[in-house]
């Protein structure tokens, strides 16, 4: 994947299909742990050695999490939680035998310095896990089994685990029966070093450590250099190799060049001296990015290829190898090091903007060439700063914002990241242009761990909106109060433990008030099938719909905001499958198998939508599954026919299961389906 994107989108799908051709690399949310109010005290005060940051976890961005590798830590699933009050069990094993390792010293936290993630001048750089662990984090020592408890109130939260030269770390979120495994692994630690041709140390440039074999540019930097010297120190290298010895790692430095730079590393003699990789003569890329007033513009997308790479189209490859910036901020994007003499391709898109441009690189050694991309006319941007609970900015926060809005030209829901800058601010454009009578809301929710962790805020916007810039002034987040809360349980009553629950919220569109699905909001039920929904303040009423395997609620759960003791009801789902027989002139796809009852009510119809309506296969089978589990007519209807062409009445589904009824083996059609109609031809 080559896209450099700086948000997560989870756009409607009409969105989705308009930008789709844009988005050629994925992205993740970025780890983040539950918070937990009282944390474990340290066993040991002493402060540990300060570490250095520079092996990617999680690769992040300036407003966005790129793919990762693979998990960074590898850990096993084990059986149901127990109580929340009992200890935390973990257990420390040797990676390669599996053996436990006893006396391994441990750390602990529920408070993770996530600011150590992101730095705005190094947006592809990420701290390695034990960097992330304060200095004040509990201590502790495996036993002769390998094991050690944590009090309830240690974990969620990150531990890690130290025996001599072995180390490893892992998030813990969930409380199992059985212990956590925590797998440790001798530590490679590596220097390296970026000069010039003729050998003078380069700072500020970006180095990886990868498995050799694995060398191209995916999943971000180890570090960048720094200093007089131009050496980064990397750190836990081993956190990153996946499969067991031997394995080969190579040194490179992750930019596109003509000839890639690289150094193969011997790991059963690690060098103690710098690795060095030389960095061809460079000039530098400026990019800079404003409206057709010349106002300053954040991208969300960016990207920089040799010309070489486009296709015959002009259209970037999946594959086409992407310089990364080193720094981007509002109207402008920095590339510190290009290779001279390439032809250069970059393109840059804010929400229903895009714009590109071609143009030779730097030709010259130290040579900086810009680039200037008007993205047309300006549309909506909302601005303001954001401030936690003690009234401190959200500095270099990532957040997950949700925008519900709507207007005379209808409805737009979309999910997605942004960040905050050094004091807070945040700039984000909207999709939407015309601002005529636009109206909704836009959910802030942090991602990062302190010292905001759950809370959220959601703002107004109608009347607040015009085009250019929208400031909303300083917004405060409030700690998450109580929406719904109760249980979900089978048809005896017998609780459900795990099962997700979607939170539906009335939304005012084109056609009227609709209820759709409140992406801020999620519950899912715990072992005793109790559930509870935390978010900003709000008044109206909830739906609520749960999700299980071969399981469906038959009935709508609709509640007021703040109501407790609310039960949902599974039912075991009942399975539809048979076969129609049909002329062989019969276009099979034109063929609807559907389920009706005439005591339905259209809430129930319209909840039921999706698992009761299904098409005819070309050998005319069908199936439907995740049906109510009640008393139902089968239809065959085709499109543009207001009556069914055949109809199997009372079949009954109240077991649940699979249906029986043998008037399904064989729905013959032949003869009663019409033809299709015709299409008049188009005059040119």
Known sequence: MNRNLLGIFVLLAALALALGWWFTRGTRAPTTLPHAADTQ?????????????TLAVVPERTTAVRDSAATVVETEATEAAPAAGEPWRVLVVDRQTRAPVAGAELRWSNRVEHSATFDRSRPFFAADLESLMPPDAARGVTNEQGEAQLAASALPGLVSARAGTSFGASYVFDRTTQPTVIHIAREINLTL??????????????????LAGQEQRVGGWTGMTAGADGLVHARHIEQRVFGEPPFALVALLPIPLRQPVTVPIDIDAL???PIRLVLPPCGSVLVQVH??????????????VEQKHLGPDGSLGWTTDSFEPAL?????ALYPFVEIGLDLYVDAMTLGQVAHTTGPGPRVVGEQVVFDLDLGSSVPRLVGTL???????VANATLSYVLNLRSKGGSTNAQLTTTTDARGRFDIPLVKSDTTDLAGTITFKPLTLEPSAGSAVSVELEGRVQRGVNDLGVIMLSAPVHLVSGRVVDENGVPLKRISIEI??????????????DSSLSARSDDGGNFAVTGPARNGRLRLRAFAPDSIQ?????????????????SKSSQISGRVLFDADVDHSRLIIELRRAADSPEAKLAARGFEQTHVRADGAFELRGVRPLVTDLIVRVPGVKEPIAMVQNLDLRGGGPATDPRLAAIDLRGLVPPAPVTPATKR
């Open 41 to 53: 005290p340290a066993t040991d005060s002493a402060a540990p050695p300060a570490a250095d940051a």
């Open 193 to 210: 070093q970026v000069v010039d041709a003729v050998g003078r140390p380069v700072a500020g440039v970006p180095v990886a450590v990868r």
């Open 271 to 273: 060098p103690t001296d």
């Open 291 to 304: 409206d057709s007033e010349g106002g300053p513009v954040l991208p969300i997308g960016l990207n920089m």
């Open 328 to 332: 981007i901020e509002l109207g402008r």
């Open 387 to 393: 401030v936690d609970l003690k009234r401190e900015p």
């Open 504 to 517: 539906q919220a009335l939304a005012t569109g084109s056609r009227g008030p609709t209820w759709v699905q």
């Open 554 to 570: 038959p009935d709508v759960c609709e509640v007021a905001v703040g109501a407790s003791d609310v039960t949902i009801v599974l």
